[in-house]
T-cell receptor, first 116, second 114 residues
């Protein structure tokens, strides 16, 4: 069964460094998402992406964050200058269409980001 | 504004007990979608069910059942005859019209003891 994959599974970085989290959505999916989950807390929406542009973003997704679909298969989240509070699990998700929002988002296994 | 409330932070039951996880939502959209996800200790998010706002039929899948009531803006989840493997955090979520944003509740941590 097709699945969303994410790399790396765990990323450790120093405060102020740039990180890129990578996702490979399911191949026929058109809508892509990033979420984050600070340890022990709820899953928070960051951004949705369709047709090579951001569809919607949350207040968390500030100028330090950017997303890109550099080729036909990858979907990346970049954090320009990491802060301690960026430490979290980051989940990528994708779905086939948003026809009346009926399709389900399928989540990747997550990347745990630790900022020291 | 949209909001999902899961008032139960933690629930502990003994194996074979039935347990209901509550979810109350708020939205101004007339069309919306509700979900339940399971997050086991390994951390991944496992899709359990989707319910559309225009379909109030309850659903049963094995030991799992869901009760959707628009009148009370609730979408509750019941596990019958719970098992140790059901131990996880369960999230209720709401997707808006257009499907570009999903809001999650705070989650309910379920402990099932043998």
């Amino acid at each position: 069964e097709p699945e969303v994959t994410q790399t790396p599974s765990h990323q450790v970085t120093q405060m102020g460094q740039e990180v890129i989290l990578r996702c490979v959505p399911i191949s026929n999916h058109l809508y892509f998402y990033w979420y984050r989950q600070i340890l022990g807390q709820k899953v928070e929406f960051l951004v949705s992406f369709y047709n090579n542009e951001i569809s919607e973003k949350s207040e968390i997704f500030d100028d330090q964050f950017s997303v890109e679909r550099p080729d036909g298969s990858n979907f990346t989240l970049k954090i320009r200058s990491t802060k301690l509070e960026d430490s979290a699990m980051y989940f990528c998700a994708s779905k086939t269409s948003t026809l009346q929002g009926t399709d389900t988002q399928y989540f990747g296994p997550g990347t745990r980001l630790t900022v020291l | 504004a949209q909001k999902v409330t899961q008032a139960q932070t933690e629930i502990s039951v003994v194996e074979k007990e039935d347990v209901t996880l509550d979810c109350v939502y708020e939205t101004r959209d007339t069309t919306y979608y509700l979900f339940w996800y399971k997050q086991p200790p390994s951390g991944e998010l496992v899709f359990l069910i989707r319910r559309n706002s225009f379909d109030e039929q309850n659903e049963i899948s094995g030991r799992y059942s869901w009760n959707f009531q628009k009148s009370t803006s609730s979408f509750n989840f019941t596990i019958t005859a719970s098992q140790v493997v059901d131990s996880a955090v369960y999230f209720c979520a709401l997707t808006n019209t257009g499907g570009f944003k999903t809001i999650f509740g705070a989650g309910t941590r379920l402990f099932v003891k043998a």
